[in-house]
């Protein structure tokens, strides 16, 4: 951090809050602290990283939805890239803003077109079958090791073009990327400790030669070639898919399988009613987003719901708040599978919107599917285990027992 930013601000027009987003105690339980900076109002000013934060759904779309004022090319994350050197080369679309964004994005906009999703789905379908079929016949399982690593891991790489060797790389990297995005705290450390042994994994596999023709990642280099985007880029778009990839869907199939063993008479009513799986994948989402936090900076001398924000200015925009926000949602605690939240904050919103939105949503149906047709009822057998992550709201462990129509 430079000086310049380090010293305590005087010209702060909003509640200041002594919340920490980054401590173990928001990680475990973040709940609490979102209502406390909803209720504070529409912006906050939060001491201990000095930057503002949002809460509310409504400030959280405004943000998101002003890319120009609110701008993404000097990180999303604390880091501001205009100060301090980022810890890997930007991305060429979460880290970048128009016309450098827009060129990166149409292309992997296409790839992941609901278009693609039919091609890919069939394959999909099988294989959230094949793993269902087996967790039922096994009876006890771990929903976190058992099945919400184990299906993204097989049909996402499978998608891209990826060998089978060295697969678990991707959760390593994924988990450090998005403690990246937070401040260098035990958590960040941890992660990066364990991802160090497999560093170089990550961008060896960014090269042609390791993606299958036809898959996401060689499409990225045909677009190369017909120059659509410069060869040197490629690599880098190809990396966005593994950072991105995984770890996300990882996560929103394991808080879904949380939600639904938390909430036995939802779980009865999709397990009636398959064809809910979809709209059950989306309410997980909202009530236990994957993705908790995103950053943007401030791009010029500005107000922001009367607040006036300085250029440089970090802003964290809490989408998980924005997700539980009263103002927005009836009873936004609880969990109900036939609420269908459109306008849910957790694949963000405006240009920067997920772009993979549809393989999440793909996964998250076909699994949730596959189990509703099989198990009649789960029970939880153990105390579920968190795992801390800066931005990603993950378990470590979730026994269930599933019981079989
Ligand atoms: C988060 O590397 C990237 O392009 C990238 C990394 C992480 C994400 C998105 C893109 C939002 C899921």
Known sequence: MSETQTQVRDDIDAPRLDIDPFSDDFLNMPYPYHEQ?????????LEPYQLW?????E????????????????????????????????????????PLHTRSRTVLSRILSPKMMQTV?????????????RLVEQGEIDAIKDLAKVFPLRVFPDALGLAEEGRETLLLYGDMVFNAFGPRNHVFLDSVKRYEPVREWIMDHCQRSELRPGGFGDLVYQAADAGEIPPEDAPLLVRSF??????????????????????????????????????????????????????????????????PMRENDKVIFFLAAANRDGRQWPNPE?????????????????????????????????ILSALAKRVKRIEITGEPMRRLNNTLRALESLPLRLIPH
């Not at 900076?37 to 000013?45: D, H, I, K, L, S």
């Not at 789905?121 to 079929?133: I, R």
């Open 59 to 98: 400030p959280v779309k405004a943000g998101l939805n002003d890319w120009q004022s609110f701008i993404s090319s000097a990180g999303v994350g604390l880091a501001n890239f205009r100060t301090e050197k980022p810890f890997r080369p930007p991305s060429l679309i979460l880290e970048a803003d128009p």
């Open 242 to 307: 593994l950072s991105a990839g995984v770890d996300t869907t990882v996560n929103g199939i394991g808080n879904a399988m949380y939600c639904l063993a938390m909430f036995p008479d939802q779980y009865a009513k999709l397990a009636a009613a398959p064809a809910l799986a979809r709209q059950t994948f989306e309410e997980s989402l909202r009530l236990e987003s994957a993705v908790q936090t995103f950053f943007r900076t401030v791009n010029k001398p500005l107000e922001f719901y009367g607040v």
């Open 121 to 133: 789905k069939a394959e999909f379908e099988v294989q959230a079958n094949k793993l269902v079929d």
């Open 334 to 366: 609880v969990f109900d599978i036939e609420r269908k939240p459109v306008g849910h904050m957790a694949f963000g919103s405006g240009i920067h919107g997920c772009v993979g939105q549809t393989v999440a949503r793909l996964e998250g149906e076909l």
């Open 53 to 57: 934060g949002v809460a509310r759904h």
């Open 37 to 45: 900076m909803r209720e504070a109002g529409p912006v906050v000013w």
